[in-house]
């Protein structure tokens, strides 16, 4: 099922339909994000070789023949991506009124589309990614504080594009399908504030570097929806959640299971929501399936390794308690579960049972946020390398009749 929901996001399979006849003149693809490379790929395979720059993840890079395609890090940004933005922004700059921009933009843009505002350095901006991420703030809590200390995101690249035409095609990776929250919404105007972002920081008591809390307490420089530099940008998701969701779901059927879906968008703490669904697991009767996508976070208690995929997943173990017949999976469809090269793990009735033999202790790597060693210890990590595309965590329980 987690093939299948990868499968049908790949943008080798999905771009197509959403692609235009290729414009007359000149055409400049830009874009941001893992699935960004493989989108690049996709397009040049029906309009040939093209002009461009895109900037995805390191490892994340695929073969073009004309749209130069640049690896940098996340989800702390590097200076590989401040440098590649700074150069997508000067060729946004030679575009005109007669010429056509595509941007391809998928999760992950937020830590790879990086230019930070005058006056913020990249270390500084550095520092704070690292202290959001590990305060257990929402995903769209974070990329709102993004957004506005940012000369790119919330809706800068589009405006540094005018006046030329903007098609851009999106990936969802965010509760909701909101195209502003994709990649902290680069081509979409945004109306939050920078006094909302200084509130944020501090619920999440997050302490900014001086330089940020200053250019916030003075405002900012937002670009609104009303921006008469968006005039002429047009935004498309094509690809989104709940589309992986029901082809895995179809799958399911397929195989004689009953299915349900809790939703596309569940957003909570990793083992809280996993508490949740093994109550739920334990009342189901089977032959069934309970499916939810959305975006898990993670309060770092510990210094573990961990994401919020192995994190449900080792919290779902120790919740079932090794319940007969009952087998999950809990990954990103990236590939990449938090800073891991994995994408989550499986569970079984045989998890708890496994580490004991392998002296693993479930509770201690819960409590310190170490469940990626955990699963490595027992040999239940899943690992599929870069599967080039991004529709956020992918979560199924199985339940046998």
């Given at each position: 099922?987690?093939?299948?929901?990868?499968?049908?996001?790949?943008?080798?399979?999905?771009?197509?339909?959403?692609?235009?006849?290729?414009?007359?003149?000149?055409?400049?693809?830009?874009?941001?994000?893992?699935?960004?490379?493989?989108?690049?790929?996709?397009?040049?395979?029906?309009w040939g070789p093209c002009e461009g720059l895109v900037i995805t993840?390191?490892?994340?890079?695929?073969?073009?023949?004309?749209?130069?395609?640049?690896?940098?890090?996340?989800?702390?940004?590097?200076?590989?991506?401040?440098?590649?933005?700074?150069?997508?922004?000067?060729?946004?700059?030679?575009?005109?009124?007669?010429?056509?921009?595509?941007?391809?933009?998928?999760?992950?843009?937020?830590?790879?589309?990086?230019?930070?505002?005058?006056?913020?350095?990249?270390?500084?901006?550095?520092?704070?990614?690292?202290?959001?991420?590990?305060?257990?703030?929402?995903?769209?809590?974070?990329?709102?504080?993004?957004?506005?200390?940012?000369?790119?995101?919330?809706?800068?690249?589009?405006?540094?594009?005018?006046?030329?035409?903007?098609?851009?095609?999106?990936?969802?990776?965010?509760?909701?399908?909101?195209?502003?929250?994709?990649?902290?919404?680069?081509?979409?105007?945004?109306?939050?504030?920078?006094?909302?972002?200084?509130?944020?920081?501090?619920?999440?008591?997050?302490?900014?570097?001086?330089?940020?809390?200053?250019?916030?307490?003075?405002?900012?420089?937002?670009?609104?929806?009303?921006?008469?530099?968006?005039?002429?940008?047009?935004?498309?998701?094509?690809?989104?959640?709940?589309?992986?969701?029901?082809?895995?779901?179809?799958?399911?059927?397929?195989?004689?299971?009953?299915?349900?879906?809790?939703?596309?968008?569940?957003?909570?703490?990793?083992?809280?929501?996993?508490?949740?669904?093994?109550?739920?697991?334990?009342?189901?009767?089977?032959?069934r399936v309970i499916l939810s996508g959305g975006e898990l976070t993670?309060?770092?208690?510990?210094?573990?390794?961990?994401?919020?995929?192995?994190?449900?997943?080792?919290?779902?173990?120790?919740?079932?308690?090794?319940?007969?017949?009952?087998?999950?999976?809990?990954?990103?469809?990236?590939?990449?579960?938090?800073?891991?090269?994995?994408?989550?793990?499986?569970?079984?009735?045989?998890?708890?049972?496994?580490?004991?033999?392998?002296?693993?202790?479930?509770?201690?790597?819960?409590?310190?946020n170490d469940a990626h060693s955990f699963f490595y210890k027992i040999?239940?990590?899943?690992?599929?390398?870069?599967?080039?595309?991004?529709?956020?965590?992918?979560?199924?329980?199985?339940?046998?009749?």
């Open positions: 099922m987690f093939d299948r929901a990868v499968a049908v996001a790949d943008p080798m399979q999905s771009l197509a339909a959403a692609l235009p006849p290729k414009p007359e003149g000149r055409v400049v693809v830009i874009g941001a994000g893992k699935a960004s490379a493989r989108m690049a790929e996709a397009v040049e395979a029906e993840r390191y490892g994340y890079g695929r073969p073009c023949r004309g749209i130069e395609i640049v690896e940098a890090a996340h989800p702390v940004p590097d200076m590989a991506g401040v440098e590649a933005t700074r150069r997508m922004l000067d060729l946004l700059g030679t575009v005109g009124e007669g010429d056509f921009v595509l941007a391809l933009i998928s999760g992950g843009g937020s830590a790879l589309l990086c230019a930070p505002a005058a006056g913020i350095t990249l270390d500084e901006k550095q520092a704070l990614t690292q202290a959001l991420l590990a305060s257990g703030a929402p995903i769209g809590t974070i990329n709102g504080i993004r957004k506005e200390i940012s000369a790119v995101k919330g809706g800068r690249l589009a405006a540094a594009a005018y006046p030329a035409r903007m098609l851009a095609l999106l990936i969802s990776d965010v509760p909701g399908d909101d195209p502003g929250d994709i990649a902290s919404g680069p081509t979409v105007g945004h109306d939050g504030s920078a006094g909302r972002a200084l509130a944020a920081l501090d619920k999440w008591g997050v302490c900014p570097p001086a330089s940020i809390k200053a250019f916030l307490e003075a405002g900012g420089d937002p670009v609104r929806p009303d921006d008469p530099r968006l005039a002429r940008v047009e935004n498309v998701i094509y690809a989104a959640p709940a589309q992986s969701l029901a082809a895995a779901a179809e799958l399911a059927r397929a195989q004689g299971y009953a299915v349900d879906i809790l939703g596309d968008a569940i957003e909570g703490e990793a083992r809280e929501v996993a508490a949740e669904h093994a109550a739920l697991a334990l009342k189901a009767s089977g032959p993670v309060t770092r208690r510990g210094d573990g390794v961990g994401g919020p995929n192995a994190e449900y997943a080792l919290a779902l173990a120790l919740a079932l308690d090794g319940a007969p017949g009952i087998h999950a999976i809990a990954c990103d469809t990236d590939g990449v579960d938090g800073a891991a090269e994995v994408a989550g793990a499986v569970i079984g009735p045989d998890t708890l049972s496994r580490a004991q033999a392998a002296g693993a202790d479930p509770a201690q790597a819960l409590a310190i040999d239940r990590q899943v690992v599929p390398g870069p599967t080039l595309t991004n529709v956020n965590d992918f979560r199924a329980i199985l339940i046998e009749g």
